[in-house]
């Protein structure tokens, strides 16, 4: 959670530290620090979370955050699922592989691309809606659903909470949508857990790659940085040690995560079932 107002940081220290704990390099960040920056920067994920319910008002303060987020052509085209009850949280859970995070959280929300509400408007006004059969418009939806659940991380953490996005959602997307009702046109694109962070189990700040390899000036430079490669292999390590996770270079998390159908965990049909959904995809 940001430094208040009557804690205010030193703006060049606080800047310096946050850079530290992001990239463990020589970066630098210049600029006016202030909280909205603060809360972004010292992002974590969260997976041990305390008993205590996450409060209404804070999932409604985040539902307003998501809504206050972009939208395509302003349609609006995504939706959320609060679920809090245990039951169905542990079949939910099943789904992901029962992760921890997702056990311990009180709140799991299910963000979904949801095409199912432009196309009943279409159908009261006798429209075809061909227009939602398309590709374009999936990612339509998926891109509003990520936009909004970000922002809605971001309020969540200014007000003290942990989330942890859940992709694991889309290893059996149908089982899903059953499970939560969803009607034809609408897709679970990823699970985020929600809830008090325990501090008996603190979260560390996952570094991130150089900015010199993801930031490119004018046109894409497709050349590996070997060098930037090998040191975030090093930092990673480091942070995989201090938090006592299996340790692995990131290069070789990319190719266990790429290299094998069995690896995608059933996602690998993901068109099919999208399909099977209410999705044309054309």
């Known amino acids: 959670m940001a430094p208040s107002a009557a804690t205010k940081p030193n703006e060049s ?30 992002h974590r994920s969260v997976r041990q979370y305390l008993p205590t319910p996450v409060p209404h008002e804070a999932v409604e303060l985040a539902i307003a955050a998501a809504q206050s987020a972009p939208s395509s052509s302003n349609l609006q085209a995504w939706s959320v699922v609060a679920v809090e009850d245990e039951g169905r949280r542990s079949r939910l859970n099943a789904v992901a592989g029962n992760q921890r995070q997702v056990a311990q959280a009180p709140l799991l929300l299910i963000w979904l691309a949801d095409l199912a509400r432009p196309r009943a408007i279409a159908t009261e006004r006798g429209s075809t809606a061909e227009g939602l059969d398309y590709i ?23 007000l003290g909470l942990g989330t942890c996005y859940i992709g694991a959602i889309r290893n059996d997307p149908e089982t899903v949508a059953r499970e939560l009702g969803l009607p034809d046109g609408v897709f679970p694109v990823f699970g985020l857990t929600v809830g008090f ?13 150089a900015q010199s390899t993801v930031l490119h000036r004018e ?39 790429i290299g094998t159908v069995e690896s995608l965990k059933g996602r690998h049909v993901l068109g099919e079932v999208t399909r099977r959904l209410g999705f044309k995809l054309k």
Do not use: C
């Not at 946050?18 to 202030?34: F, I, M």
């Not at 999936?138 to 909004?148: M, N, Q, R, S, Y």
């Open 13 to 42: 220290d606080r800047l310096k530290q946050l850079a530290g704990e992001r990239y463990r390099n020589d970066q630098r960040l210049e600029g006016r620090w202030n909280e909205t920056v603060d809360t972004i920067l010292s």
């Open 197 to 209: 962070p325990d501090p008996a189990v603190p979260a560390g700040v996952k570094p991130r790659l």
């Open 219 to 257: 046109t894409y430079r497709p050349e590996l940085r070997q060098d930037d490669l090998a040191d975030y292999n090093w930092v990673l390590r480091s942070f995989q040690s201090e938090q006592a996770m299996p340790s692995i270079d990131w290069t070789d998390q990319v190719l266990s995560r």
């Open 136 to 158: 374009e418009s999936f990612l339509l939806g998926v891109i509003d659903a990520a936009l909004a659940a970000q922002n809605a991380v971001v309020a969540l953490e200014s």
